[in-house]
């Protein structure tokens, strides 16, 4: 090029636009299809262009882990780049995890070259015929709010502009531009990479005569109870919905709770079991709930009303989902809850109030004991899940630490208290999500402290051998405790539960469930140079808890404990 020549590849102001639009990382596993996007890294860094920092990933799903647990910390939505069709099926879990959360990743992938000579960019190996799909956008389709196939070059920056926001967009979630080689070798004057965003994202206020309805049925309900899943939306949202809830008596209940949205010792924080309070409510308030509970086992009264709050109210995505909303109000939470407590501010709560608030806090107060009282060590000495989780939670008490748990540790026994306490694994059940998450929040916030809990079915399932070569290359100091049972225990349980006196409920052990022999995880992450422990007994998963967070301490190093479990 020319001195003073300002033009990138089609595949540098690509990047360049992303970070324009406030991308802060690419996480990228590259192959063949890249040599215009590594081009135009390396030719925006020599001409002074502002770039999102690109990160190696040694496996997708660790990538597509890392954008999602980032989005969760930031509230920004990243950049995922693979390679071709191949890299894409890698990131298919991950896509499917984030559209059932709502999590809103920018996933792009290389297309292999459409010719085969006389273009510049055009097949050169063996694969580029290998990788040729008709439609490859199909992989990922289906978990994409939007996808497209870039055809000319000068499309990158209003094309950038359009995925991130419809990404970004009410309700929220991924969207998957493709990437043929040919067009992003072509030459790109980039003239419009740093102006503003072509198009603002769209979030819809609360309906302000559905907040007042609503807040008028609080005021006079008999029996209200709110069901959350995911959380209240913010740290304000957090405060809010803990203070409705407590001014007016309302039991919450967090079945199969992805975030926290009271603290677990609040007086009306119930737990996650529904059962006495959703038979006969009169009022069902449900907050962002893919399944507020179990059709199977709970159905709300004819006469109750069912009210359905959240950027996606009715979960249009799904297929089936029949739960009853008798009020469906469309908004982010944070903005409901906020709008909810303003619109009860001028409205008295009656002496029935006072009476059914001791109610809720009794029965509270004897769940949460009977949680606790559950989370004893055994008599034989052998540790359970809700053992480890109140020794954990007494470990990391005081240091507004962020804990993710996939099939690790389990809430009840937890004593959570801000509204990044806790996280758990997506609903869509993509396993091998924990600990990607875990990283793409560290990296967010490198100075809190971020524990991933997992089982150790899902610890194999995350690629670890990647993930902690990504901690190591990053500088990345998380906690990850592994409860190994040396089984899918979540297989176990759901046969039982469907065959509680079935064959396979007889059988010493049950059919594909087992783990054994167990890999020693302890090697796994030594390996990479991190420190790591095998606990066999609470003494020492006691002493293993505090060396572990005094290593992260003072090394800033990661850390990881086998901690062996029962049931």
């Known amino acids: 090029m020319a001195a003073g020549d300002q033009s990138l590849t089609a595949g540098g102001a690509l990047l360049a636009r992303l970070k324009a639009v406030g991308v802060d990382y690419i996480f990228a596993n590259s192959g063949t299809d890249f040599p215009p996007i590594i081009e135009g890294l390396s030719a925006a860094a020599a001409k002074g262009v502002a770039l999102p920092t690109a990160l190696v990933m040694p496996h997708e799903s660790a990538a597509m882990g890392m954008a999602h647990g980032y989005f969760l910390a930031t509230g920004r939505s990243q950049a995922v780049m693979a390679h071709t069709n191949v890299g894409l099926a890698n990131c298919a879990t ?31 190996v063996p694969i580029g015929w290998g990788q040729e799909m008709r439609d490859q956008s199909a992989l990922v389709r289906e978990a994409s709010k939007w996808d497209y196939e870039l055809r000319f070059a000068e499309q990158v920056g209003e094309l ?15 969207v998957y531009v493709c990437l043929p080689r040919e067009v992003l070798c072509e030459p790109y004057r980039p003239d419009d990479i740093g102006g503003p965003n072509l198009m603002a994202p769209v979030r819809p206020a609360p309906d ?29 949202g957090f405060a809010a919905l803990g203070a409705l809830a407590d001014r007016w008596g309302i039991a919450v209940c967090q079945y199969w709770a992805l975030q926290l949205a009271v603290p677990t010792n609040h007086p009306m924080a119930v737990g996650n079991d529904p059962s006495g309070f959703i038979e006969d409510a009169d009022l069902i308030i449900v907050l962002d709930s893919l399944a507020p509970w179990s059709a199977q086992a709970h159905r709300p009264e004819a006469a109750a009303t069912v009210v359905q709050l959240g950027p996606d109210p009715l979960k249009a995505r799904m297929p089936i989902r029949n739960f009853r909303s008798d009020m469906s109000i469309v908004c982010e939470i944070a903005d409901g809850i906020l709008a909810l407590q303003t619109a009860l501010d001028g409205k008295a709560a009656g002496t029935a109030v006072a009476a059914r608030r001791q109610s809720v806090s009794d029965i509270a107060s004897a769940r949460r004991k009977a949680a606790l009282a559950r989370a004893s060590l055994r008599d034989d000495g052998a540790m359970t899940s809700d053992y480890v989780a109140s020794r954990v939670s007494a470990a990391i008490a005081g240091r507004e630490a962020v804990l993710l748990s996939e099939r690790g540790c389990p809430m009840p026994p937890m004593t ?6 806790w996280y758990q694994e997506p609903h869509a059940g993509g396993l091998g999500w924990s600990f990607p998450a875990a990283l793409g929040m560290q990296l967010a916030e490198r100075d809190r402290l971020v524990v991933a ?34 089984e899918w225990a979540a297989v176990r349980h759901s046969v039982l539960d469907i065959y509680p006196d079935g064959y396979a409920s007889r059988t010493n052990t049950m059919p594909l469930t087992g783990l054994s022999p167990i890999p020693d995880f ?21 002493q293993g808890l505090a060396e572990a967070l005094d290593h992260i301490k003072t090394t800033r190093t990661l850390a990881l404990l086998d901690v062996r479990t029962i049931g």
């Open 160 to 174: 950038v502009d359009r995925a991130y926001a419809i990404a970004n967009s009410t309700p929220k979630g991924p």
């Open 416 to 421: 959570l208290t801000h509204h990044r306490a």
């Open 453 to 486: 809990t997992m089982g150790d079915g899902s610890y194999m399932f995350a690629n670890p051998v990647a993930c902690h070569q990504i901690a190591e290359a990053l500088a990345l100091p998380l906690l990850v405790i592994v409860l190994n049972n040396a």
């Open 208 to 236: 302000a005569a559905q907040i007042d309805r609503l807040a008028e049925r609080i005021a006079t309900a008999r029996k209200p109870v709110i069901f959350a899943q995911h959380g209240a939306g913010s740290a304000e």
């Open 94 to 124: 991950g896509a499917i995890n984030a559209a059932v959360e709502n999590v809103p990743v920018l996933l792009f992938s290389g297309r292999t070259p459409v010719t085969e000579r006389d273009r510049f960019g055009a097949r050169t």
């Open 522 to 542: 302890v090697k796994v992450a030594e390996a990479s140079r991190a420190w790591a422990r095998r606990i066999d007994s609470a003494e020492a998963l006691g």
